[in-house]
């Protein structure tokens, strides 16, 4: 080869070199989808201020590159989810997005980020189809699936000897299908489903389902409700006078973040969850006491969930050393991790699902205190995922 076609070559390769260089050192854009607003506010600022803070711990970069926040409110609403998700991935051109909690918009978000080939990292919206059908190599969870807390307390129902329940939830994604992990435990543990209620989301008029609960006189009852609406449904159970009769049930999320609220009518109750107050590990209580000193809040399930989801983007991206288009090896880094979460160390299903341990839980003293684990090492069976 001639001197000159060498000194080419090399010059080339410094181009090419400098502009990867450039790519990953500029500022890694993340899309926060969140809600800000409406009955699930509170879990989307939980998620953030989880996100953040372990985006803090790490000096403020991860695998060496800056953040930069992109932020919409979703509102949780699923009509405006395809609308806002484009925003951050074709306007503000994100590198990778985190959300939502609403199952329905996160769905949408899973979409277009099948679609697009961008990043998505779900910090807490359980549709079973985002690690089942619509599974991909670029989309994970570092939350749960809907089914996995509500078959966990269908085991726990069953083994306390209930023969009959009655369900109550939202009429979407997320309550039929923590139903629906409910009933396939329960009946199989040798329960009985004896009525399904439901209302549309996001609403709250209890009153006529609470007294149909009790004209049905069932041993028990499960029910899914969450944020600013599981603070009104477990007052109103208790008010209706139902509670002292007929004991409820519930995947955690009716009482996480939400018992200074609910106050006197949620002590006793029992719920299944991947978190809980009192784990007391070394692990988790230096996430509570840094959480707390930083927002002068208590954390809950949904601050674990944006920490970890920060801790995962970490994984991928300290793995392909901060270049997020190789998507393959960023997935095959998070596939093989151990996460260090604060609810205990997990590893991801093959579907990017959480596999993780179902505590058993009772609130007492405004805690959610754990008692026991309902089930070790729970796996999403991820029906229909095809990868
Ligand atoms: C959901 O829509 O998937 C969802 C929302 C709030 C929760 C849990 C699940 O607490």
């Avoid at 803070?53 to 405006?80: C, I, M, T």
Wanted: glycine content about 8%.
């Amino acid at each position: 080869m001639k001197t000159f076609q060498k000194t080419l070559i090399a010059a080339a390769a410094v181009v090419l070199s400098t502009a990867a260089l450039a790519q990953t050192q500029a500022k890694l854009k993340v899309g926060l989808m969140l809600p800000y607003t409406g009955t699930y506010a509170a879990l989307g600022n939980a998620i953030e201020n989880g996100f953040r803070l372990y985006v803090a711990e790490q000096g403020g970069k991860l695998a060496g590159r800056e953040l930069e926040f992109f932020k919409v409110d979703d509102e949780s609403a699923p009509p405006k989810a395809t609308d806002n998700v484009n925003k951050l991935v074709k306007r503000d051109h994100v590198d990778v997005l985190i959300g939502s909690v609403h199952s329905g918009v996160a769905m949408a978000m899973a979409k277009v980020a099948k679609d697009t080939n961008t990043l998505l990292i779900v910090p807490n919206g359980g549709a079973d189809a985002i690690t089942g059908p619509m599974c991909a190599p670029n989309i994970f969870r570092s939350s749960f699936s809907n089914w996995q807390p509500g078959f966990a307390m269908g085991e726990v129902a069953a083994k306390k000897g209930h023969k009959t329940a009655v369900t109550i939830t939202w009429k979407y994604a997320a309550g039929d299908e923590s139903v629906a992990g409910f009933k396939e435990a329960f009946e199989k543990g040798g329960g009985k489903i004896v009525k399904q209620l439901t209302l549309p989301f996001p609403n709250e008029e209890f009153q006529v389902l609470l007294t149909e609960i009790a004209a049905a006189k069932p041993d028990a009852v499960y029910t899914f409700f969450a944020g600013a609406s599981a603070v009104k449904f477990v007052k109103d159970y208790a008010a209706a006078g139902l509670k002292k009769n007929i004991p409820l049930y519930g995947p955690g999320f009716i009482t996480d973040g939400t018992l200074e609220a609910q106050g006197e009518s949620a002590e006793g109750l029992f719920t299944t969850l991947h978190y809980a107050d009192s784990l007391n590990t070394k692990r988790d209580n230096e996430f509570r006491l840094s959480y707390a000193k930083t927002y002068k809040l208590q954390p809950d399930v949904y601050a674990v969930q944006g920490y970890d989801a920060a801790q995962m983007l970490a994984i991928g991206l300290k793995a392909v050393n901060g270049d997020v288009s190789k998507k393959a090896e960023f997935a095959a880094a998070l596939e093989k991790a151990k996460i260090d979460s604060p609810r205990g160390p997990f590893m991801i299903s093959k579907a990017h699902n959480p596999v993780q341990d179902f505590y058993l839980r009772q609130v007492s003293n405004k805690e959610n205190k754990m008692i026991g684990i309902a089930v070790k090492g729970l796996a999403d069976p991820a029906r229909g995922c095809k990868m």
